[in-house]
């Protein structure tokens, strides 16, 4: 009998790989996105879980506006704190393995080194709280949920929804013919979500628990960042370096937020390629994906 799994926030950046990789390696993978069930309404949780009765329960359902959250912080608790526990409180009535996607943002980034599973948690807004409560709520209704913290998610899906991710960003502003200004004191390891999804799916068939890291491999500037992706676009626009103090943000974020992947690749996981190479396989999809839409 094959295994069922259902994934919600499916028709995100993360989302629509989960569903790919997962049908792949021979789940039977039922998707929800918001529309159809809004993970922090209780009893359609309940309902949507009872009804597929999954072993696995992939929560790829986010609330990710990090600086809007400073003025409304009650949305993001509610989809990214108390969903989780819906999503907890349902899988431990069915039995089934959660499986709850995390961020970077828990750290405070003072360490400046990449951050490992063990390192005290620091968040500094209203979004990263809201963050690190799902987690504890994730392991205080759940013996053994898989939390998966995780950085800078770019992927091909970025291009149906309406934030894109960074890259989208860079290039659409790289069109523009404006200068381009990008901080270069802060530090992360973006993360291309197709990886994203195999090293979920390689997690869970090893059957870990506990907290993961799976971040980009590479710890990276933003500034840095940016000019990676403009060549491997093949574009030249004008960058410039700018840094926390020129570019104030509503909300404070962590400097040097990268992740570790020692623990994953510990378990005889495959290490994250180059970020170079993620992004020239972003580069490439997204060639393919306007053909496609074009043709």
């Known amino acids: 009998m094959r295994k069922k799994a259902v994934i919600f926030g499916s028709s995100g950046q993360l989302g629509v790989e989960l569903v790919r990789v997962f049908g792949e390696r021979g789940y039977q993978v039922s998707g929800f996105d918001r529309a159809q069930v809004d993970v922090s309404e209780p009893e359609r949780v309940e309902q949507a879980l009872a009804q597929e009765d999954p072993s696995i329960v ?31 409180m349902a899988c431990r009535q069915l039995d089934a393995l ?22 005290v948690t620091h968040p500094l807004g209203a979004y990263a709280v809201s963050k690190l409560a799902g987690e504890l709520y994730a392991r205080a209704y759940l013996d053994k949920p898989l939390v998966i913290r995780t950085c800078g998610v770019f992927g091909p899906a970025g291009l149906n929804t309406a934030r894109g991710n960074f890259v989208e960003t860079m290039l659409r502003l790289a069109a523009r013919g404006h200068p381009i200004r990008v901080v270069d004191d802060h530090v992360a390891s973006p993360t291309y979500s197709p990886l994203l999804a195999e090293r979920t799916a390689d997690l869970v068939e090893r059957g870990q628990q506990g907290i993961f890291h799976v971040g980009g491999g590479q710890a990276i500037s ?25 570019f104030r943000t509503a909300a404070r974020r962590p400097k040097y937020s990268a992740l570790s992947n020692a623990k994953m ?11 170079q190479q993620a992004v020239e396989m972003y580069i490439e999809a997204r060639k393919q994906y306007v ?5």
């Open 98 to 119: 959660l499986v709850h996607f995390s961020t970077d943002y828990v750290f405070d980034g003072a360490a400046g080194r990449p951050y490992v599973e063990d390192d």
């Open 265 to 275: 690749e510990n378990c005889g996981i495959a290490p994250m390629p180059p970020l």
């Open 222 to 246: 933003w500034f840095d960042y940016a000019a990676m992706i403009f060549r491997a676009a093949g574009l030249t626009p004008e960058l410039r370096p700018t840094n926390e103090r020129e």
């Open 58 to 88: 992939l929560n790829a359902a986010a609330y990710n506006q990090v600086d809007v959250a400073e003025q409304e912080p009650l949305p993001a608790f509610q989809a990214n704190a108390l969903a989780v526990r819906n999503l907890a």
């Open 291 to 295: 053909r496609t839409y074009r043709e």
